[in-house]
């Protein structure tokens, strides 16, 4: 079957750094997003990898490990309104989207 | 980046009517739009995949005769909740990829928070 691990929820500190890790088991692999999502508003894209390797986009960073199925979305300098549930989806062969369950990440001052 | 363009907002129905919500895709073609539904503090469940001028592909465990889709032209899709009951009050969300242009991220409407009362 087709599945996605990630942490139900993380707490961290104002200007701090944190990593939220995902797993994934898909039919085929075309590629890994990272969405944010802030309560009661649809998801906001924030990346995409489909080569292994570190993608750097301001304070967020993406890592992805195709032979390991596994990736990462790193935060710098965290603010207040980081705090949000970030979701990790997978493009399978199919190119559906195959979700994760999110992680809620909670800034604290 | 695109806009998918999602209405209403929110809507309070009462119990036993129908609601319609609209998906638009404003500046590409959208063959494929999908529908989710989130409860609080979970994460999106895919409901069905709405394909343009064919039937939509509905998920396990999702009624057909409840949720209608139609998917009439390359820019607009259609839920519509019919004879609604509070169990169906939720965040009820649509997204497009422009699937001219693969491995694209999936574009997502604003959302529309059902309530029915």
């Known amino acids: 079957g087709q599945n996605i691990d990630q942490p139900t929820e993380m707490t961290a500190t104002e200007g701090a750094i944190v990593q939220i890790n995902c797993t994934y088991q898909?039919?085929?692999?075309?590629?890994l997003f990272w969405y944010q999502q802030h309560a009661g508003e649809a998801p906001t894209f924030l990346s995409y990898?489909?080569l292994d390797g570190l993608e750097e986009k301001g304070r967020f960073s993406s890592f992805l490990s195709r032979s390991k199925g596994y990736s990462y979305l790193l935060l710098k300098e965290l603010q207040m309104k980081d705090s949000a549930s970030y979701l990790c989806?997978?493009?399978?062969?199919?190119?559906?989207?195959?979700w994760g369950a999110g992680t809620k990440l909670i800034i604290k001052p | 980046g695109a806009v998918v363009s999602q209405h209403p907002s929110w809507v309070i129905c009462k119990s036993g009517t129908s609601v319609k919500i609209e998906c638009r895709s404003l500046?590409?073609?959208?063959?494929?739009m999908f529908w989710y539904r989130q409860f609080p503090k979970q994460s999106l469940m895919l409901m069905a995949t709405?394909?343009?001028?064919?039937?939509?592909?509905?998920e396990q465990g999702v009624e057909k005769d409840k949720f209608l889709i139609n998917h009439a032209s390359l820019t607009l899709s259609t839920l519509t909740v019919t004879s609604a009951h509070p169990e169906d009050s939720s965040f009820y969300i649509c997204?497009?990829?422009?699937?001219?242009?693969?491995?694209?991220?999936?574009?997502f409407g604003q959302g529309t928070r059902l309530t029915v009362v």
């Open positions: 709405s394909n343009e001028g064919s039937k939509a592909t509905y």
């Open positions: 997204s497009a990829r422009d699937l001219g242009r693969e491995n694209t991220e999936a574009f």
């Open positions: 898909t039919s085929g692999f075309n590629g």
């Open positions: 990898n489909v």
């Open positions: 500046d590409f073609q959208a063959t494929t």
């Open positions: 989806a997978a493009l399978d062969s199919n190119y559906q989207l195959i």
